[in-house]
């Protein structure tokens, strides 16, 4: 049996040789004929479908001079000029039953009428193929209506419109997922019974993870102060150790521990050894202040420390007294410091009057000292006591109030031994 | 003439708003095939380097991005037939394009090419108000033109100023800004079937799209296969198509004359059918894959297979030989080409300074119809393919798309037509209000 094979090279323009099986699309032909439609968009592709194509069965199985529609299935060619009887078929189409017909290969609908013409006689053995391209057909004929209009009816085609319009579109494939998940989600925290389950479930996902091990904190650690001001510290941190460290406000404990008045300023951190570390700086006492209700520890700002229980046991400071004293405590300082010729003498400063300053030494003796420029009166009175011994003398009161103006006061039995002085005769 | 004044009017309001969307379907709806396209507007946009579009010709500006044809259905000499069928048809066709394109069309700019058209030429003179001539003159002259009596039932479907004539001198393409005293112009015009337009429109609207601009066919295959110098020296389009043949003759860029021939492929294949006593499918298959007009001793041993589904063994299986094939259809080429023939003596084609004539259309890829043409119509004939445009398919690049594709380039550089000039101010009440302004600008 001779082979029959079509021209494969052709000018692009030429016409079809008439031995060329018009069943198989010669190569340089658009894929669209000009009788029928196609859809540019989806014609096969014929390398990948090339049982369609008419490669095997009716092509290749008739000789030179037979007729290439001898058999039942109609060429594919007669898909090409079928659009006139059946523009079905050959319009445009969506989806792969035109892509069929765009291979211009598919099995003709109508393949029944001729079917009746197989059994003529000596024509079974012409065709020894047939069988099989026959039972093929009918099985993809099967599934398929034939008679189908290809074109969309008005609904449909106002359908896609619609779709294609793109305020709808975005609104299907963005707005409506997002609407619905949104729905979704209300329904579902509407109801306060779940809303409360989901809380809890959080509650105890968020408890179990401050509550692991490694968070926690065992204690506090007060290093390097005196156990009255620790038992001080741990009386102020309100937390009952062991203790998350999530549930600790180390900002809270802080402002809690510097308004202990013997604090100064403290350092709170947590240590790898779980232990809350809290580093103190201490007040220094600088002054003993003696108000009505006892004896206090003042430091260098006048900031109150401590109460004292007695003077003795803190002698080696000065005591200050009178209203509004600790807030004057520099100046006080400032004032010891003058006075520190008669530092042994000294015995205390009373404010006075809240403005200013008495120094106290001791046999009664007072140096009053001016509101402004007290240091300086302080000074002179000191120079005066290096000339003069003013101090050891017998003088009550030292009035420098008006700087301007000293006032010396004796005492009376220094007075009384001046009168007789004067009054001794010559 | 007002009437079709204003529906034109409409029409360029709508593609302008097409233009601003930036889509604009292009629809051609022959007897034989149904041709849609979608346009994706942008007039800055320019061809890539080497793709063999040019800037030119006015194919930039626009691409096309979808296609659908379809078998036309119901549609006989390019008028519609059966109204159903046409708009199922022409449905399908758009539904295609608009899913290729993934885009919806709401503007769709039309072709006509049946309605039997005419043309007229028509002249008018008037006097420069002024010495100057400004864009009111220009409305006023075309509006002056005198126009003839075009029969009832019909419309204008083209009114194009083609030449204008400033004083004594004459071939002027823009007079605007020109001086002189007398303005004159020519205008063709071109006239249809109302009852057929109407029924495309029809077709249209109940495919809810609107219309945005409508056409002749033979103008746009024109102004698609003919080359610039073509359209610039003198020649013929000759648009073959399924049901009737357009011929349009163009001369200096412009359209001078349009007829239609109510001939075309289908009545080959009509005498095929008759002839071999098949089916019009198979005829049409025959026609394509067998067709020829010049027959060779060759021919009487190539055997045809009619083929045919018909049941009948014998019938299908009968053969004839490509003589015979040839020797019916080459008369009814000739009928056809004949007909052409004299609706070019009729509008004196013969005075042109170039007589160059080009087929185009689907039927004009009838094997050695050019040779036929040559002996009938004059020895200066080609076959003839549409412009290239961006993105068109490679399958719709054949000569069966010259309307179509001309058609693209209508849609973006539409000429310049009468409506597109303002109706002259004497029609409108504001004219005393205007002429009070001339006259307080005059004496003050």
Known sequence: MMRFDPPISRAPGARPSLRAAPGRPLPGTPRVNPFGAEDYSRAPDPARHPERHGARGWVAGHEPGESVYADDHGPAARAVGAGHARPALAAHDTGPRSARFGARAGPDPRASHGRAGQSAPGRAGTEPNAEVPAARSRARWRGRRSDRDPAPSRLTYRLNRLWLTPAVRRAVTVGLPVALVAFCVGVVVNDPVRRDAVNAIVKDMHTAFIDRPEFRIEGVAVPGV????????????????????????????????????????????????????????????????????????????????????????????????????????????????????????????????????????????????????????????????????????????????????????????????????????? | MTDPYKAQRTMRHMRRAAMQRGVIGILDIGTFKIAALVLRLDPSATPAQGSGVGQLAGQAGFRVIGAGTTRSRGVRFGEVAAMSETERAVRTALQAAQKMAQTRVDHVILCASGGGVRSYGLAGEVALEDTTVAEDDIARVLAACDVPDIGDGRQVLHAQPVNFALDHRTGLLDPRGQTGQRLACDMHLLTVDTAAISDLIQCLKRCDVELAGIASAAYVAGKSALVEDEQELGAACIDIGGGSTGVSIFIKKHMIYADSVRLGGDHVTGDISKGLRVDFATAERIKTFYGGVHATSMDDRDMIEIGGDSGDWEKDR????????????????????????????????????????????????????????????????????????????QAATGPAFSAAVGLCLFAAHPQDEWWDFELPTERYPARSLKRALRWFRDNW
């Open chain 1, 226 to 426: 005196s156990p009255e001001l620790r038992a001080a510290v741990e009386g102020r941190i309100d937390v009952a150790f062991p203790e998350s460290s999530f549930r600790v406000d180390l900002e809270e404990l802080r402002r809690a521990v510097i308004a202990i008045d013997a604090v100064a300023e403290a350092e709170l951190r947590i240590t790898g050894a779980r232990a809350l570390e809290i580093r103190l700086t201490e007040r220094e006492p600088a002054v003993v202040w003696r108000d009505r209700s006892g004896l206090h520890l003042l430091d260098a700002e006048g900031h109150r420390i401590a109460r004292l229980a007695a003077r003795h046991a803190r002698s080696d400071l000065l005591l200050i007294a009178g209203e509004g004293a600790p807030e004057h405590v520099p100046e006080a300082l400032a004032l010891l410091e003058a006075a520190a010729p008669v530092t042994e003498r000294l015995r205390g400063l009373v404010r006075v009057g809240e403005r200013r300053w008495d120094v106290v030494l001791d046999r009664d003796q007072r140096i009053l000292l001016p509101e402004s420029g007290a240091a300086a009166a302080l000074e002179r009175v000191m120079a005066l006591d290096r000339a003069q011994d003013l101090l050891a003398r017998d003088v009550a009161v030292v009035d420098l109030r008006l700087p301007a103006r000293p006032v010396l006061r004796l005492s009376e039995g220094a007075v009384e031994t001046l009168h007789s002085i004067r009054q001794m005769p010559e």
């Open chain 2, 318 to 393: 009968r053969t004839v030989s490509r003589s015979e094939l040839i020797g019916i259809m080459r008369p009814r080429v000739e009928e056809i080409l004949e007909e052409v023939r004299g609706r070019l003596d009729a509008a004196g084609f013969e005075h042109l300074p170039s007589q160059q004539i080009v087929l185009t259309g689907g039927a004009s890829q009838t094997p050695g119809l050019d040779g036929l043409a040559a002996r009938i119509l004059g020895q200066q004939v080609r076959l003839g393919r549409p412009l290239r445009v961006q993105g068109l398919p």
